[in-house]
Structure formats: structure tokens, C-alpha cells
């Protein structure tokens, strides 16, 4: 009962976020992007009582991954709610699959008050300061008030559709999509950007073994993983 209750949480909220105001551009793709929402939502047991939330969510840079290997995405600061919405998206949204875009909220960033009022009212005075403010960044929606992280899940999931096709094309620019040996070529490259860095720093070893297993390539790397873990024992 407690499954099927939380599956219509999540759905609830998917159902009821309406984005009022979308970044006007494109998530970084070879940077993480700094994304800000205003979430404006109705409390349920109080008439005219309104909640904004405003925060930000931070998107890791997009990263190409193998066709076998879509790992999980990093959701730090989320719910179970929004966790499950994710593994719904994973199995049924496969054209964007060949990217994995890591995400979590940003706490220290986080407020939120509760104005008198009625929605509409509330939305477009948000909506208003916020393009005022100019930042191309910004998002204003409009959904429930529990579980309200799915609300910006929806959010970053329309983000993602509208930066996927931009994305992929600046990295076919850069051949990143190139076989190499029945890899990506940029898989290539972030595996060897993360030698580099557990070279340097130890205690990346393991992250590295990870990510490796994550992508189904450990065993390609292996002995050069085992290697490595000898050479910093042997210090």
C-alpha cells in the first residue's frame, strides 16, 4: 500500500507542475550549470496561503556513457518520490539515455515563505521580478507542495529535452562520439581524466573502480586498475 501511495505521490506532482518561465538557455556541455527555480505552490490545508521556494540545482557536466551502462544519477538532496520518478524516466526516455546528467540540490541556496494571496496574483509577480532580474538561468514553476522536489525533477527533466540535441551537437564538433575500440571516444577520454586524477589523489582509486564497473569496462582496465592500487600501496 505504502508502494502504490507513493507512486501516486510522485505522479500527482508530474501531473501538477505547470513551468511558467524556462531557462533561456542551454545546460553547459562541458561544465556544470547553475540552474535557479522559483517553485510556487498552494498550501493544502490553508486557503490563499501560497509557498515560493527558491533555490538551485546544480547539473554536473553531461557525460556520454556506454549504451549498457546507464548508472545511477547522482540525486543528492531529493525524496524517495523523486528518486522513483527518475527510474521512470531512466526505463521509458531512452532517446537522451546516451547522456547521463547528474544533478542534486543546492541546500545552502535554499529559502522559502509563504505569502496571503491567490495563485495567479502570486505567479506573476514572481515570474515579473524574475525576468526583471535578467538571469538566463532562472525558472519559475508552479506545482504541489508535497512531494514538491518531483516538481523540480519535471523541471530539470524539460531542461535537459531542450539542451540534449545542443549538447550532443558540440561534442560530435569535438568527435566525441568517434569509435574507439567499441567506445565513445569521449568515455575514452573522461576514463582517462580519472586516472590522472586517482594517480594524483589516492583516494579516487575506488571512484575510478566505479565508474569503470559502471560503464562495463572493467574488466578492459584492469590490469592498469590494479596497478595503480600497487604502485600507491607500495608508498
Known amino acids: 500500500m505504502a ?139 508552479v506545482g504541489v507542495d508535497d512531494p514538491w522536489d518531483v516538481c523540480i525533477v519535471r523541471l530539470f527533466w524539460e531542461v535537459i529535452q531542450s539542451s540534449a540535441l545542443v549538447n550532443i551537437r558540440e561534442m560530435q564538433k569535438k568527435r566525441l562520439f568517434e569509435n574507439e575500440q567499441g567506445v565513445p571516444r569521449g568515455v575514452r577520454n573522461d576514463i582517462e581524466a580519472v586516472f590522472k586524477a586517482a594517480n594524483a589523489d589516492s583516494t579516487l582509486i575506488q571512484s575510478l573502480g566505479n565508474k569503470l564497473r559502471g560503464l562495463g569496462l572493467f574488466s578492459e582496465y584492469e590490469d592498469r586498475f590494479f596497478s595503480l592500487v600497487k604502485s600507491k600501496q607500495s608508498k
Open 3 to 141: 508502494k502504490e501511495r507513493d507512486s501516486f505521490d510522485f505522479w500527482y506532482a508530474v501531473n501538477n507542475t505547470d513551468v511558467k518561465l524556462m531557462p533561456q538557455k542551454h545546460l553547459e556541455t562541458f561544465g556544470a550549470t547553475l540552474l535557479n527555480y522559483h517553485l510556487i505552490t498552494e498550501l493544502m490545508d490553508s486557503t490563499n496561503q501560497i509557498r515560493i521556494r527558491e533555490g538551485r540545482l546544480e547539473a554536473g557536466r553531461p557525460q556520454i556513457i556506454t549504451p549498457d551502462a546507464y548508472s545511477q544519477t547522482a540525486m543528492e538532496g531529493f525524496g524517495d518520490e523523486a528518486r522513483q520518478y527518475v527510474d521512470w524516466l531512466k526505463e521509458h526516455e531512452k532517446d537522451i539515455r546516451i547522456l547521463q546528467y547528474g544533478y542534486k540540490l543546492k541546500q545552502e541556496s535554499y529559502s522559502e515563505h509563504i505569502v496571503t494571496d491567490t495563485l495567479d496574483p502570486v505567479v506573476e509577480r514572481v515570474k515579473a521580478a524574475v525576468e526583471a532580474k535578467g538571469d538566463p538561468m532562472s525558472a519559475v514553476l
